[in-house]
């Protein structure tokens, strides 16, 4: 891996043999903390349709998990994260007065005076994101710093598997496609339902056997790869 440690390199390398996408996600996560320093880590899912950017999990470095909010934004609301991911390039930004766009409810109630922002693809699309904060180097970060972050999320959720190739044979229905149309634009449960003349239940039905078969974990991965396999545009 070109500008990594070689212990860097051999890491990834060795999430080859992580038995499922969880395991591996922990892995990747267990290893950044390792390797760099900085002291939490917020993963992202991101919708290229709605551009939602949802929260999975946030993480210190001590392994204890980050009381859970539901944090749901429109991330064009938040200009320089959506600019990060616009790029598909790393951004890091600094927080201080006038020298950031990030929402002040998450400033005050995180206490961030930087955030580093990692967009996590699959192909040409985004999919997700990582943001990081709590940097504890001594120096002040540099470029170098944040194209090696970069680099290890880019090389390591590339091992990640969110679907099996063989099951891209096991076509969706048309109305599993048809739930993931409505997803992509953002529509809830609810207001899909309704539009489709069907009952919440049977559209949560139509959305988890979606999902099975794309084999992913969260919607906004289903709509990615939907789009990816061409099911939807």
């Known amino acids: 891996m070109q500008g990594l440690p ?46 939602v950017g949802e929260l999975i999990f946030s993480l210190h470095a001590d392994g204890s998990t980050l009381n859970q909010d539901a944090i749901r934004e429109d991330i064009r609301t938040i200009q320089p994260i959506y600019d990060a991911i616009l790029d598909k390039k790393a951004r890091y930004i600094t927080v201080g007065e006038n020298k950031s766009e990030l929402p002040a409810k998450y400033v005050e109630k995180y206490k961030l005076s930087s955030v580093l922002v990692v967009p996590i ?33 880019g090389k390591a959720f590339n091992k990640l598997s969110f679907i099996n190739e063989e099951q891209v044979e096991h076509k969706l ?22 539009n489709m003349g069907i009952s ?3 559209a949560r039905d139509y959305i988890a056997s979606a999902m099975k078969k794309l084999n992913v974990r969260h919607r906004a991965q289903a709509i990615g790869e939907a789009i990816r396999s061409g099911l939807i545009s």
Not at 173 to 192: A, D, F, N, Y
């Open 173 to 194: 229905s048309k109305r599993e496609i048809e739930v993931l149309e409505q997803l992509s634009l953002g529509w809830s449960t609810k207001e899909m339902a309704s």
């Open 6 to 51: 070689v212990s860097v390199e051999e890491y990834i390398n060795g999430l080859i043999g992580a038995e499922s996408p969880e395991e591996k996600i922990s892995r990747i996560v267990e290893g950044f903390f390792s390797f760099f320093p900085f002291s939490r880590l917020s993963l992202f899912s991101y919708s290229p349709i709605n551009f």
């Open 121 to 153: 693809k699959k192909g040409a699309l985004v999919i997700g994101c990582v943001l990081i904060d709590g940097y504890k180097g001594e120096d002040s970060v540099k470029e170098t710093l944040v194209q090696l972050v970069e680099n290890y999320f």
């Open 200 to 202: 919440e239940f049977t």
